[in-house]
């Protein structure tokens, strides 16, 4: 107690450090503050049916990334998934197509560019969620919308203001980069699922308690469970294998004389979260095709892939969530790259001939790290629907795994990182005494 008394003392001296926390608490609160506001001419009392439908299934989910804006037909009711969803496929066009690959390679220049596209796509897949989104709530709440309303005007500027909160959201998660503790876009999606979690176990605590045998055992069955996926999810995210690196500081003739040894950090999931943030958007597609107000009068095939719950979801999710995660490692981690830079350095992997044995050394190992990498990545990413299985409610089954529970895992330990990168940069002790703290990257905090 006293340390982190201690602790939280020596944070509040570092001027910068207090001014970005305040400061992202501050763009938090507006946030927070966006998902309760209800758009124009909409009664909010009357929006049981909305709540109902976003109570279970996919839309379920899709209301927890909003942070519950979505059943509160909120201005901040789209999120900021349409940007994850953009970015995703330009990141995907960065791989398929060589204008794409030059812009990637073009440094800053490019950077922005890439950017300026990606806000480009996301304002279209807005425009064209939002009217969805409308077309839903007037069939699911029509009497929450007011008898004189015109529909056509109310249709035009409530896409206009969905669209507009969506692209706010966005940039008080940059502003949240550039002037706070940093990780903006993924901290606004954490703490709209952190929002959901106080009510979600609160009804997980009354259903258990209402059963008449086992109850408050099942209960504490469950955190338990849930303790021991979030140690599980910890060491997915920091999971590391070092292949050893020898540094010749001299060499005479075709002789090294001294010399260092050092490792390279090869991760055992080096995609991180993305391979779900991907599968998940893809797994989103249905809803968006089919529309919210038709889910009842489609086929059961196509049922199934709006239920979170089901076989061919899980099934199909899991697949994605493997492909994905060998997908993004071969982007993520170049061979040829690694080696070229050690031989350029005067460096070598013991046993292995430098330049292409080298390469072919580091990819073997990254194929054969990466597969149970994966499976861990999918165990988790589809523990939510093991844990309906056994009876936990849906909402507080979220918090079992899936994408919510890696995001909540990663944020966290990267901010604690950034955190404690400033309080070692002032010659303070760092938050934990065993060790410094382990972000995404997988190595320390190098900010």
């Known amino acids: 107690m006293r340390k982190a008394i201690e602790t939280l003392k020596n944070i509040w001296k570092i001027e910068d450090l207090r001014q ?40 379920a989910l899709l209301n927890m990334f909003s942070g519950g804006a979505f059943s509160n037909a909120s201005i901040f009711a789209l999120g900021i998934m349409p940007y994850i969803s953009a970015s995703i496929v330009i990141q995907l066009l960065g791989i398929a ?24 796509l996301t304002i279209f897949i807005l425009l064209v969620q939002a009217p969805s989104y409308l077309l839903n709530l007037r069939y699911q709440s029509g009497g929450s919308l007011n008898a004189s309303l015109d529909w056509t005007l109310f249709m035009f500027t409530s896409t206009i203001i969905l669209a507009a909160g969506s692209m706010f959201i966005l940039w008080l998660g940059e502003r949240i980069t550039d002037k706070g503790i940093g990780n903006g876009i993924s901290l606004i999606i954490m703490i709209g699922i952190i929002a ?35 140690a599980l999810a910890i060491l997915l995210v920091q999971g590391v294998r070092k292949v ?11 002789r090294q ?42 086929s059961s095939f196509m049922q199934a892939f709006t239920d979170s719950r089901s076989f061919w979801y899980n099934f199909v999710f899991a697949i994605l969530c493997i492909v994905f995660t060998y997908f993004y490692t071969a982007i993520t981690i170049n061979p040829q ?29 990254m194929s054969r790290i990466t597969l149970p990498g994966a499976l861990f990545l999918t165990f988790v990413a589809i523990m939510p629907a093991f844990a309906s299985v056994f009876g936990v409610q849906t909402e507080f089954s979220q918090f079992f795994g899936g994408t919510s529970l890696l995001i909540l895992v990663g944020v966290v330990l990267d901010t604690l990182q950034q955190v404690e990168s400033h309080l070692l940069m002032r010659h303070y002790d760092g938050l934990l005494q065993s060790g410094r703290i382990k972000g995404r990257s997988g190595g320390v905090a190098a900010y």
């Not at 758009?39 to 049981?48: F, K, Q, R, S, V």
């Not at 292995?352 to 044995?357: E, I, Q, R, S």
Request: positive net charge; charged residues 20%.
């Open 196 to 230: 959901r979690l106080p009510q979600a176990l609160f009804q997980e605590i009354i259903s258990r308690m209402t059963e008449r045998t086992g109850g408050l055992v099942m209960f504490l069955i469950e955190i338990i469970v849930l303790l021991v996926v979030v």
């Open 97 to 120: 197509l060589p204008y794409f690959q030059k812009l990637q390679r073009e440094g800053e220049s490019g950077r922005r560019k890439l950017n300026q596209y990606t806000r480009y």
């Open 20 to 59: 970005r926390i305040l400061i992202t608490i501050l763009f938090v609160a507006i946030y927070r503050f966006g998902s309760y506001v209800v758009l124009p001419g909409i009664n909010p009392a009357m929006l049981t049916q909305l709540r109902q439908q976003t109570s279970e299934g996919l839309l």
């Open 337 to 365: 790259q690694m080696a070229e830079d050690m031989k350029r350095n005067n460096g070598f992997i013991p046993g292995v001939k430098p330049g292409k044995a080298t390469a072919d050394y580091i990819d073997e190992i």
């Open 257 to 298: 004389v001294g010399g260092a040894r050092q490792y390279i950090p090869l991760k055992v999931n080096a995609a991180n979260v993305m391979p779900i943030i991907f599968a998940q958007a893809i797994m989103f597609i249905p809803i968006s095709l089919i529309g919210f107000t038709d889910m009842q009068n489609t």
């Open 244 to 254: 050893p690196v020898q540094y010749a500081k001299k060499i005479v003739g075709n």
